[in-house]
Antibody, heavy 121, light 107 residues
Framework: EVQLVESGGGFVQPGGSLRLSCSAS????????MHWVRQAPGKGLEHLSL????????YYADSLKGRFIISRDNFKNTVYLQMSSLTTEDTGVYYC??????????????WGLGTLVTVSS | EIVLTQSPATLSLSPGERATLSCRAS??????LAWYQQKPGQPPRLLIY???NRATGIPARFSGGGSGTDFTLTISSLEPEDFAVYYC?????????FGPGTRLEIK
C-alpha cells in the first residue's frame, strides 16, 4: 500500500523559512515523479512544484517567485520542499502527491494527509 | 496558462439521483483531464484520469467523458458518501491546473 507522510509544517512568522518533508513507502520511490500541492484555508488546489523520478527535472508555479526549492533523496524515499521568504499567502495545507509516471506529466494517484503551514505575525 | 472552469459551483441533489458535473478548459487539453474527490479534512482522491478511465478501486457509478475543451463527470446514482467537492485537473503542461471545484451537497 502506498503511503505518503508529510512533516515539517507549523507556525512561522512572515519572512521565515520552513522545510517540508514527505516520506514515501509501499512503492519504488525512485521510479516516480513527485509533486507538492497547496490548499489555502477554504480554497481550492494549487500545484506548486514537481520533481522527476531521478531529480532530472523540476518545475515551479510562477506564483512562488523562486522562493521554494523541491528536492528528493531516493535513498531515503523522501521528497522535500524548502520554503523561504514566507508570506501570509503561503498559509495552507501542503500535500505531497505521487505521479503515475516517472516524468511528472501524469496524474496524482496517491496523496499524503498533508501538513499545515501557518504564516502569521 | 490554461484555465479550467467548473459548473455548477454547487449542486444540490438527493441520494439516488444522477449528478452531472462539468469542466471546461480555456484551451484544447485533448483528453488529458482528471477528476478528484475531496471530503472535509481529507486529501483529494483520484477518481478519473485521461477523461474516462476510472482509477483503481473507484466504483462503476462514476464515469467521465469529453475531449478537447469540454468534459463531464457523471455519478449515476448518488450514494451518501459521494457528497463532497470535486475538482478537475489538466496535465497538458508540466505545471498542472486545477479547476475551482464543484461542491456536491445533499438536498
Amino acid at each position: 500500500e502506498v503511503q505518503l507522510v508529510e512533516s515539517g509544517g507549523g507556525f512561522v512568522q512572515p519572512g521565515g523559512s520552513l522545510r517540508l518533508s514527505c516520506s514515501a513507502s509501499g512503492f519504488t520511490f525512485s521510479s516516480f515523479a513527485m509533486h507538492w500541492v497547496r490548499q489555502a484555508p477554504g480554497k481550492g488546489l494549487e500545484h506548486l512544484s514537481l520533481i522527476g523520478a531521478e531529480a532530472d527535472r523540476t518545475y515551479y508555479a510562477d506564483s512562488l517567485k523562486g522562493r521554494f526549492i523541491i528536492s528528493r533523496d531516493n535513498f531515503k524515499n523522501t521528497v522535500y520542499l524548502q520554503m523561504s521568504s514566507l508570506t501570509t499567502e503561503d498559509t495552507g495545507v501542503y500535500y505531497c502527491a505521487k505521479d503515475a509516471y516517472n516524468t511528472g506529466r501524469g496524474w496524482f494517484d496517491s496523496w499524503g494527509l498533508g501538513t499545515l503551514v501557518t504564516v502569521s505575525s | 496558462e490554461i484555465v479550467l472552469t467548473q459548473s455548477p459551483a454547487t449542486l444540490s441533489l438527493s441520494p439516488g439521483e444522477r449528478a452531472t458535473l462539468s469542466c471546461r478548459a480555456s484551451q484544447n487539453v485533448v483528453s488529458y483531464l482528471a477528476w478528484y474527490q475531496q471530503k472535509p479534512g481529507q486529501p483529494p482522491r483520484l477518481l478519473i484520469y485521461d477523461s474516462f478511465n476510472r482509477a483503481t478501486g473507484i466504483p462503476a457509478r462514476f464515469s467521465g467523458g469529453g475531449s478537447g475543451t469540454d468534459f463531464t463527470l457523471t455519478i449515476s446514482s448518488l450514494e451518501p458518501e459521494d457528497f463532497a467537492v470535486y475538482y478537475c485537473q489538466e496535465r497538458s503542461k508540466w505545471l498542472q491546473t486545477f479547476g475551482p471545484g464543484t461542491r456536491l451537497e445533499i438536498k
